[in-house]
Nanobody, 124 residues
Framework: QVQLVESGGGLVQAGGSLRLSCAASGRTFSQQTMAWFRQAPGKERDFVARIWMSSENTGYATSVKGRFTISRDNAKNTVYLQMNSLKPEDTAIYYC?????????????????WGQGTQVTVSS
């Protein structure tokens, strides 16, 4: 069983930055994909970014490409999401998710374990 705990959310003005962290504990796998999703009120859970824990392979949603950066620290079993140039439309609950094995999927149904989420609010 894998447990994920997100942190780093908060309130920021448009144009500002935040860094989210996702710490994994329990049984972790060297070959796994970690991702960030977000869900705004009344909307579906959307893919934001993903990274392979075994390489630097990353992928981003079009809406965040060039503004957000996903990274990892294997020694700490932690994944980060650096968010720059934040916009009000980035406001959502951000979730960390993981799946065994490497892949390119952005479908939340393909991810096996999830964190509890952290709120990000961007004011205009």
């Amino acid at each position: 069983q894998v447990q994920l705990v997100e942190s780093g959310g908060g309130l920021v003005q448009a144009g500002g930055s935040l860094r989210l962290s996702c710490a994994a504990s329990g049984r972790t796998f060297s070959q796994q994909t970690m991702a960030w999703f977000r869900q705004a009120p009344g909307k579906e859970r959307d893919f934001v970014a993903r990274i392979w824990m075994s390489s630097e392979n990353t992928g981003y949603a079009t809406s965040v490409k060039g503004r957000f950066t996903i990274s990892r620290d294997n020694a700490k079993n932690t994944v980060y999401l650096q968010m720059n140039s934040l916009k009000p439309e980035d406001t959502a609950i951000y979730y960390c998710a993981g799946k065994v094995g490497v892949g390119f999927t952005s479908n939340p149904s393909d991810y096996n374990y999830w964190g509890q989420g952290t709120q990000v609010t961007v004011s205009s």
